[in-house]
């Protein structure tokens, strides 16, 4: 028989990080001790707290029934709190929350929701692969917002084709930013807010990193900016700030009418998180929050030992605000991918390749801070010894 696949499927680009992980499963092979700053998955375990939740939900058998569909009441209220007291951002708990099997599987729905075969999207680039894809899955047209260091990697609005723009349904950004760990500024926001107006866009805030961030600053919600309940959503999750990334828990908060659209294709797909997860979930929000602190402080001692001591190799990167990312560019010579496989080949240092999230992330490179810091030292140490240094020509 012939096995035929959709078109959709090939529209997929091709897996960037295949060559790499490829080198570095022969590396381990070979026996290297690799270093892997590649993944972004935290590295500490659940709070404990969490952890006791979910046992004692799961022993009810209330749970074991299929949960509803937009999430239970008590979570969607847990999460309206939490923004509230966070953010400062009221939401109704009844029509502008809704629960997500993490929020990497909105993203990608809210595709389906608000893109037709040929409708545009705005997605930034370098970014998170899933506004991409989902986009072509729905059969849409992505349109890039270049993220050049030059901008603070911040979307230039007035450089898109105004054309483009009253074309386009969904708009996607994300900050603090995987993977350049760019913030935005309330300017910014603000300016997203009157560009989705003016044209008609839907805005989708990606805020997968709302609570890493370092040195007193915290990052706002786009929820908080003026006006942007009207124009757009939030996407969040428990992943990144509970380490909870295997439990896929995240929602989506924000404008109603764009929630329940989402909410149609999902009531066709799925139906919803595990409720003893969501039991959980709710503990993480409501709980007790120094874990928050504590991850925060380890992130930002991890980001030390990498800015500090890829500095001292010849490089001029600031202190990120935020996100468990470093992101820098290679040295005169290389191409994001000659310059990771080089530091895999010579100091077993697995590093991600910058244009992996898309074509503007060429010449850099991404370092996840999720190994503890006497192994990051250690790869800045074996960078030393191995003479591999930034240089750039005059
Ligand atoms: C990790 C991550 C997500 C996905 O998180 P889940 O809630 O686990 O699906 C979404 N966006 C960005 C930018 C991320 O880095």
């Known amino acids: 028989m012939i096995i035929k696949k959709a078109d959709r499927i090939a529209s997929i680009p091709p897996y960037l990080f295949a060559e790499i992980d ?14 892997d700053l590649g993944i972004g998955d935290p590295d500490q375990p659940t709070p404990e707290h969490v952890i006791q939740a979910l046992k004692e939900a799961a022993t009810d058998g209330a749970n074991h029934r299929y949960p509803p569909y937009e999430g239970l009441p008590e979570f969607k209220k847990a999460v309206a709190a939490w923004y509230k007291e966070r953010y400062d951002v009221e939401l109704d708990p009844e029509t502008e929350v809704l629960a997500l099997i993490g ?12 893109v037709d075969p040929g409708d545009v999207t705005l997605v930034p680039d370098p970014a998170y692969p899933v506004y991409r894809t989902g986009t072509l899955l729905a ?14 990697f911040l979307p230039d609005y007035s450089a898109i084709d105004p054309v483009v723009a009253q074309k386009s349904k969904l708009l996607f950004i994300n900050y603090p930013n995987n993977p350049t760990a760019a913030v935005a500024t309330p300017q910014f926001f603000a300016d997203t807010v009157e560009f989705a107006r003016q044209n008609n866009i839907v805005v989708c805030h990606d805020f997968a990193y709302c609570e890493t961030t370092f040195d007193g600053y915290r990052a706002p919600s786009f929820l908080a900016t003026p006006g942007a309940k009207e124009v757009g959503i939030e996407f969040n999750s428990l992943s990144k700030p509970y380490n909870m990334t295997g439990w896929r828990i995240g929602f989506a908060v924000g404008n109603k009418d764009v929630l329940a659209a989402l909410s149609v294709i999902k009531t066709n797909i799925d139906s919803g998180v595990f409720n003893a997860v969501q039991y959980a979930a709710i503990e993480a929000l409501t709980g007790p929050q120094d874990n928050i602190e504590c991850m925060n402080q380890m992130y930002m001692r991890r980001r030390d030992v990498i800015v500090n001591g890829l500095n001292s190799l010849g490089w001029d990167l600031k202190p990120t605000k935020g996100t468990f990312y470093v992101w820098a560019p290679v040295p005169e010579g290389y191409s994001s991918k000659s310059f990771c496989a080089l530091l895999l080949e010579k100091a077993g240092v ?18 996840a801070l999720t190994v503890n810091e006497q192994r990051l030292q250690e790869a800045v140490e074996r960078m030393r010894q191995q003479g591999i240094l930034f240089t750039r020509k005059r």
């Open 22 to 35: 490829k080198l570095k499963a022969q590396a381990r092979a070979r026996g290297v001790d690799v270093i």
């Open 139 to 152: 059969g849409g047209v992505p349109h890039t917002m270049p993220l050049t260091a030059e901008n603070d």
């Open 103 to 114: 929020s990497k599987e909105g993203i990608a729905h809210i595709c389906w929701a608000f």
């Open 350 to 367: 697995n590093v991600a390749p910058g244009n992996g999230y898309g074509e503007h992330g060429e010449g850099f490179f991404r370092i």
